[in-house]
């Protein structure tokens, strides 16, 4: 299965005015969500994607652009998104084989990256990392990354 890790796009700073849980995507975190979605899109083609993202606006702004880009029906939100606890997200989120998305913050999928697959990454905004994951073994390899600067994925031939 596919395990997809997004990063949300760039949001607007935290003031007293707007807490971090309510900060929203600015015009080019948008623009970001939408150039690495578009890119993930090509690469699933019409694979369906479950799409599970943190409750804060700003991820599910992102998931919501993730979705209309992969032609995902649903979106949830997991507080499991929240920690750094990849076998509480392994445990509440993964149901079967079908690929899923999980769309959060940096230090989170961070964590999810190295405990997958052993892979570090810091990542960029709108940045993602797509895992090939065995349910069998419960661990997976980092087979792409991407960020929202790549213009073009090349096929191999």
């Known amino acids: 299965m596919y395990i997809i890790l997004m990063r949300h796009g760039e949001a607007v700073p935290q003031t007293d005015e707007i807490p971090n849980k309510e900060r929203s995507l ?92 052993s892979a570090a990454i810091k990542f960029d905004l709108a940045g993602i990392a797509v895992i090939d994951y065995d349910l069998s073994w419960n661990q997976g390899h980092l087979i792409g990354y991407f960020t929202s600067a790549l213009k073009q994925l090349k096929k191999e031939k």
């Open 26 to 117: 600015t015009p080019k975190g948008m623009r970001q969500a939408r150039r690495a979605s578009r890119i993930l899109g090509r690469f699933l083609r019409e694979n369906p994607i479950r799409i599970y993202t943190s409750p804060y606006l700003r991820t599910r702004q992102t998931a919501g652009i993730l979705a209309e880009e992969c032609f995902a029906e649903e979106i949830h939100t997991a507080d499991e998104l929240l920690q750094s606890n990849w076998q509480m997200v392994r445990n509440h989120l993964i149901q079967d084989g079908s690929p899923i998305a999980l769309v959060s913050h940096h230090p989170f999928l961070q964590s999810y990256l190295l405990s997958t697959c």
